[in-house]
């Protein structure tokens, strides 16, 4: 490592020093890749480029945790077993009430749906769009997976875009609550 280390001045040194701490916290890509979010822009604020990392491998070789994490075990060490239990008597038929939202993340829309009264279980769901139905499909998911795990939906909390009657019947006897009205193109991507 000395003999490579002289090949290069003190500054070459230290950025690689950084651009190999920095692909630490990014959880060690591959070389290529990490060189592609270099120049795609998607790491900020950096003080190193691309020939930094090629620096970095010339002076420290390859990424060992980079290297260890292609490797592949032949067999499982162990198999898991999940020891699954019923709903608590004291749950059983507890009425609760979901809230959900859109969200916007890294350029994508997720919707999000959360219960209440210290169940406090939440779920994401990726939207292909936003059209109410695409939305309702996953409220019915949502509603249908509680049902089954033996508590009773009796309020949904949502924004002003669910105010339909269509969707009022989806959701009986759950009462609709809303909450915001909608502004033009608010929900559009």
């Known amino acids: 490592v000395r003999e490579n280390e002289a090949l290069f001045s003190k500054l070459e040194i230290m950025r690689a020093k950084?651009?190999?701490?920095?692909?630490?916290?990014?959880?060690?890509p591959g070389t290529e890749?990490?060189?592609n979010m270099i120049c795609s822009d998607e790491l900020k604020n950096i003080e190193f480029g691309v020939?930094?990392?090629d620096n970095a491998n010339t002076i420290w070789g390859e990424a060992v945790p980079h290297i260890k994490g292609k490797m592949k075990r032949k067999h499982p060490v162990k198999?898991?077993?999940?020891?699954?239990?019923?709903?608590?008597k004291e749950l059983r038929g507890k009425e609760i009430h979901l809230y959900t939202d859109v969200l916007s993340a890294l350029q994508c829309k997720?919707?999000?749906?959360?219960?209440?009264?210290?169940?406090?279980?939440?779920?994401?769901?990726y939207l292909k769009n936003q059209k109410i139905s695409e939305m309702e499909k996953h409220i019915h998911n949502e509603i249908?997976?509680?049902i089954k795990r033996g508590f009773k939906v009796v309020g949904i909390h949502v924004d002003g875009q669910f105010d339909t009657e269509s969707f009022?019947?989806?959701?009986?006897?759950?009462?609709?609550?809303?909450?915001?009205?909608?502004?033009r193109n608010e929900y559009h991507f």
């Open 79 to 88: 198999r898991i077993s999940y020891d699954y239990h019923a709903l608590p």
């Open 18 to 28: 950084q651009a190999r701490d920095t692909q630490e916290i990014v959880a060690w």
């Open 144 to 146: 249908t997976m509680y």
């Open 168 to 183: 009022k019947k989806k959701v009986f006897p759950a009462t609709v609550h809303v909450y915001a009205q909608v502004f």
């Open 110 to 125: 997720h919707m999000m749906i959360k219960s209440g009264e210290g169940i406090d279980y939440v779920s994401g769901y």
């Open 33 to 35: 890749e990490y060189k």
């Open 51 to 53: 020939k930094d990392v």
